[in-house]
Nanobody, 122 residues
Framework: QVQPVESGGGLVQAGGSLRLSCAAS??????MGWFRRAPGKERSFVAG????????YYADSVKGRFTTSRDNAKNTVYLQMDSLKPEDTAVYYC?????????????????WGEGTLVTVSS
């Protein structure tokens, strides 16, 4: 089963940090990524990482604050979120890609997690 499972969401104050984790059996064979859906908005891309971990890609809104990494031995990808802002409040979704190269868009995604809620208070 490739269905990814997220963990690590919660409530944090603005300026704080959280680390999300995502476990996906066989996810080590594909690019993986993160998307989010803020209240009242459509789901949007956050970050992507190639299968080998050598390439990453970020949305402009999180660049310099969020870092994605992976441990293929554990079939796990991480999203380290620092300097969090209230506008980062959203449900965060882990995604397993259709190829090993990169995820940048929803159409690059083969499997979605159910999401984990991140709430940033001001």
């Amino acid at each position: 089963q490739v269905q990814p499972v997220e963990s690590g969401g919660g409530l944090v104050q603005a300026g704080g940090s959280l680390r999300l984790s995502c476990a996906a059996s066989y996810g080590g064979a594909y690019a993986m990524g993160w998307f989010r859906r803020a209240p009242g908005k459509e789901r949007s891309f956050v970050a992507g990482i190639s299968r080998d971990g050598d390439s990453t890609y970020y949305a402009d809104s999180v660049k310099g604050r969020f870092t994605t990494s992976r441990d293929n031995a554990k079939n796990t990808v991480y999203l380290q979120m620092d300097s969090l802002k209230p506008e980062d409040t959203a449900v965060y979704y882990c995604a397993v890609g259709t190829s090993p190269i990169m995820i940048r868009h929803s159409y690059d995604v083969n499997y979605w997690g159910e999401g984990t809620l991140v709430t940033v208070s001001s």
